[in-house]
């Protein structure tokens, strides 16, 4: 351990927390990997419920009976339901169901797979709704320009219409990924080794819960400022001013 971080640790014990932790190989290790892994669990589900939410929101708004109604009751279902009771759902039910399906064979998700699947379906859902509330939020007489250029509805979908409601929608999109972001927290509960399931195992020998949760606390907090941030500037570059007023 570097000498800097033996006095950062002193000082800080002087105030009554222990991050006697740190000084260890193995479990400062641990705690970076735990992070690392968040860090991954999160870029997924990012990318994967941004997907979601795109398919979600054409079959929404597609005007095929259909489409909207499978779609319609699996928003219902999935935004009405916890998080964690999918993730329950999900590992241990539709998990046995795969292994039963392969006579007695490991299951090919494990369990960093069902969290991206599990957050990711759960969080598009809210971004098929914001979605959704974006692309009917497109004033009628761009649709009527579009047409009469000879979009069809494909080309209207994906040329006019989504980059439109992206920019209606970017607010609630990234009020919905930062919620994803805490949301990943989940992940210890079927023993991922995130950042949570790492600070769970090392409080457990050390007793030092109100260390590791100030530090849990910072690294969420930091992580959804970034987004937040990158939200905002990305609602700065992409704002039309005036349109719509």
């Not at 690392?36 to 079959?59: D, E, K, N, P, Y």
Request: include cysteine; hydrophobic fraction near 55%; glycine fraction near 6%.
């Amino acid at each position: 351990m570097s000498q800097p971080l033996e006095a950062v640790i002193g000082v800080i014990a002087h105030l009554g927390l222990d991050y006697r932790f740190l000084a260890s190989a193995y479990e400062r290790d641990a705690f970076l990997d735990g992070a690392l892994t968040t860090v991954a669990i999160c870029l997924l589900t990012i990318f994967g419920s941004l997907a979601v939410g795109v398919l979600l929101a054409a079959a929404l708004t597609s005007g095929r009976a259909w489409l909207v109604r499978p779609a319609r009751v699996f928003v219902e279902i999935t935004r009405n339901t916890p998080t964690l009771v999918q993730l329950y759902c999900a590992f241990l039910v539709l998990n046995m169901l795969i292994v039963r399906s392969l006579d007695g064979a490991s299951s090919p998700i494990g369990p960093f797979a069902w969290v991206v699947i599990v957050l990711s379906l759960h969080k598009g859902v809210f971004h098929a709704e914001a979605l959704r509330a974006g692309i009917e939020a497109v004033p009628p007489v761009t649709l009527e320009a579009a047409t009469s250029l000879g979009f069809n509805r494909r080309q209207l979908l994906l040329e006019v219409q989504l980059p439109l409601a992206t920019r209606f929608a970017l607010p609630s999109l990234v009020n919905n990924l930062i919620d994803l972001l805490k949301s990943s927290a989940v992940a210890s509960a079927i023993a991922v080794n995130d950042i949570t399931y790492a600070s769970i195992m090392i409080w457990t020998q050390r007793d030092n819960v109100l260390e590791l949760m100030v530090l849990l606390l910072a690294f969420f907090g930091l992580l959804s400022f970034a987004v937040n941030l990158l939200g905002r500037l990305l609602e700065a570059r992409l704002r039309m001013p005036g349109y719509g007023h």
